[in-house]
């Protein structure tokens, strides 16, 4: 595609639902990642892919947070139990590069989620 | 680990008057320096960086930074601003060595241009 798409855009959820975000990165871009925008924030790393393989998960901030990539392109983000500090945009940006070294990360659109 | 400081939350300014939005970092290795730029109902979209070479680094769009070593700074600066430039500013480092992969952002600036 043109550019890292994500779906759905927004994602209102009531506390203690489990939701499913994903992310469709630039076709052949071999690195992905998530990172999550609080209201009047920067974008706060999550996790990290390079291909299928989750190099880095240090960011997820509990065990309710989960991602995959199980094919190497497309990517989910799962959060269980949904807390209202969950409340955030998501963002993911792939780069065709293995990292982020002068690589230009490309995101998409972003995530909505509002837990109410 | 690494951090950035953006000292500025909000700028307004009229058109065509110059602008600075300043971002200070912190890090213990060599770094490599990042704008990005939101524009309204929009993805974040790289604006410049810095990884070597020339300490002032340039856009096609007229915005231009430089990095400071010694204060450790990476201000962006644009001499006359369009109304079009109204957006949110984020200024982004990650480190240099191995297993650098994500990026650090400050808070953000909002830039309003004003007619």
């Known amino acids: 595609g043109a550019g890292v798409s994500q779906s759905p855009r927004y994602k209102v959820a009531k506390r203690g639902q489990d939701v499913a975000l994903r992310c469709d990165p630039i076709?052949?871009?071999?690195?992905l990642f998530w990172y999550q925008q609080a209201l009047g924030q920067g974008p706060e790393f999550l996790t990290y892919?390079?291909?299928?393989?989750?190099?880095?998960k240090s960011g997820l901030p509990s065990d309710r947070f989960f991602a995959e990539r199980p094919e190497g392109s497309v990517s989910t983000l799962k959060i269980q139990r949904t807390q209202q500090e969950d409340s955030a945009v998501y963002l993911c940006?792939?780069?065709?590069?293995?990292?982020?070294?002068?690589?230009?990360?490309?995101f998409g659109p972003g995530t909505r989620l509002t837990v109410l | 680990a690494q951090s950035v400081t953006q000292l500025e939350i909000q700028v307004t300014v009229f058109e065509e008057a110059p602008v600075e939005l300043r971002c200070n970092y912190s890090s213990s290795v060599s770094v490599y320096l990042f704008w990005y730029v939101q524009y309204p109902n929009q993805g974040l979209q790289l604006l410049l960086k810095y990884l070597s070479g020339s300490t002032l680094v340039e856009s096609i769009n007229g915005f231009e930074a430089e990095f400071n070593k010694s204060q450790t700074s990476f201000h962006l600066r644009k001499p006359s601003v369009h109304i079009s430039d109204t957006a949110e500013y984020f200024c982004a480092v990650t480190h240099s060595g191995a297993g650098s992969y994500q990026l650090t952002f400050g808070k953000g600036t909002k830039l309003s241009v004003i007619p």
């Open positions: 076709s052949g871009h071999v690195s």
């Open positions: 940006a792939s780069t065709s590069t293995s990292g982020t070294r002068g690589g230009e990360q490309f």
């Open positions: 892919f390079q291909n299928e393989a989750q190099l880095d």
